[in-house]
């Protein structure tokens, strides 16, 4: 196997920041995972890592501490519980994520996020893309999350077995985050795949490496970029309807069930709770998990169970919510506890920040990012952190200043603090909060 950097990348793999181990990304279409491909992982996880697996905001898996001698095993053992990570990092199409789990008609966008992951992944004409390719389908843009994917696509309507999308493109968070705009509205679900990928044909054609769409948007202007995507042959195309039997892991008995997420407080969680899960969701919730964009665990009771039971049944099996951590809705990337690019240890700040606002923490979405990539989503938090640089004090030791986002209604959050250190970031929150 080849150690060149980009090769790693699209195999889902990051090296750590602690020399010799790297970090495996598994891409779970639309979140949803079955018992047994949680089992699977949990054993992975535990074989070649430190029985830790952490839960991303885009609805993947990440296994740590991973020796580079293992990778060949770890991919032979995904593959063999049909789960994949090619394209789970690097210049690829992304896991194609969804926000909407839980809600009616769940199945319909699940299925459509499994023919885009199908059709995308390992394909080499989307491949060493400029910089990551990031897919969302939303039930209707009220998170926000249509507005930060390179195309997302909003449930417009659906007549039967066919359905229609609106088109947003060209968001993205980052150093320089920018809202997505309205390509075209209600368009047919047999002109996606062809009309996604002309988008992507321009993207990979016209940007720089290293940068996203919303970077070429910047430059060429949206009418032009809507002048190129018209121009490419597949924009207009349309494929017959897919037909057959529904795709989605949620049995017909489930879709509106009852959904309830099970909490992991930065989404972090042992093995030994993924395996406790998936006997659950066997026993309870038709064989299928999901993992949520709270970085959370999410099971869905048939329709018409008693939620308390199914509570209580959570309870005994181990998962509790009755810690602030639990209630506290945070999302935490993993920070200069592993990742290398990381100024700041986000677990620890993100438990100052709770203990600090006490249970005002509890009426609030958070999210902290450990550098100015935003991988937790600061920009969707009711109150956003990002660590955004590092500064050496006149004793030579280097602290991390961090930036506030504040939501706003109906966009992006915006910044309204900067370059504060811990103590006065905490002392900040508490005048907001
Ligand atoms: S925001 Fe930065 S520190 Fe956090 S996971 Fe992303 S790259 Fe790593």
Not at 237 to 263: A, K
């Amino acid at each position: 196997m080849t150690t060149h950097g980009t090769e790693y990348r699209l195999d889902g793999i990051y090296r750590q920041r602690q020399e010799g181990f790297l970090m495996q990304r598994v891409k779970l279409p639309a979140g949803a995972i079955s018992a047994g491909q949680a089992h699977a992982v949990a054993e992975i996880a535990e074989q070649f890592g430190r029985g830790l697996v952490h839960l991303t905001v885009r609805g993947s898996i990440e296994i740590h501490w991973i020796r580079e001698e293992s990778l060949p095993d770890v991919k032979r053992s995904l593959g063999r519980a049909g789960l994949t990570s090619r394209g789970a990092c690097g210049g690829a199409v992304r896991g194609v994520t969804c926000n909407s789990q839980g809600t009616t008609g769940f199945p319909v966008l699940e299925s459509l996020a499994r023919r885009l992951h199908r059709h995308f992944t390992g394909n080499p004409r989307f491949e060493r893309l400029p910089k990551k390719f990031k897919i969302g389908i939303e039930a209707s843009t009220a998170k926000k999350r249509h507005l930060i994917q390179d195309v997302a696509l909003v449930l417009a309507r659906t007549e039967g077995c066919q359905a229609w999308y609106d088109v947003w493109i060209a968001g993205g968070l980052g150093r320089e985050p920018q809202e997505g705009f309205l390509l075209a509205e209600a368009v047919a679900e047999t002109r996606l795949i062809p009309l996604i990928e002309a988008i992507i044909r321009v993207y990979a054609a016209h940007t720089p490496a290293g940068k996203r769409l919303k970077h070429l948007v910047r430059e060429i202007g949206r009418e032009e970029l809507l002048r190129r995507i018209e121009a490419e042959p597949t924009a207009h195309e349309e494929l017959p309807p897919v037909t057959g039997l529904p795709e989605s892991l949620v049995p017909d008995d489930m879709d509106g069930g009852n959904h309830i997420e099970v909490p992991f407080f930065a989404g972090e969680m042992t093995s030994a709770n993924l395996r406790d899960l998936a006997v659950f969701a066997d026993t309870h919730a038709g064989g299928m998990l999901m993992v949520s964009g709270t970085q959370n665990m999410a099971v869905t009771l048939p329709a018409g169970s008693d939620t308390d039971s199914g509570r209580d049944a959570l309870v005994r099996t181990g998962f509790t919510t009755d810690t602030r951590e639990a209630r506290v809705t945070f999302r935490i990337c993993p920070g200069s506890h592993e990742c290398i690019m990381g100024l700041t240890p986000t677990r620890d700040v993100a438990r100052e920040v709770i203990d600090a606002m006490g249970p005002v923490a509890e009426s609030l979405t958070w999210a902290i990012s450990g550098c100015q990539n935003s991988c937790s989503q600061p920009q969707l938090a009711d109150i956003g952190i990002v660590s955004s640089r590092l500064v050496t004090g006149e004793d030579g030791q280097r602290s991390p200043r961090f930036d506030i986002y504040r939501a706003q209604e109906g966009g992006l959050g915006i910044k309204t603090g900067e370059a504060l250190d811990k103590d006065a970031l905490l002392a900040e929150l508490k005048r907001l909060g």
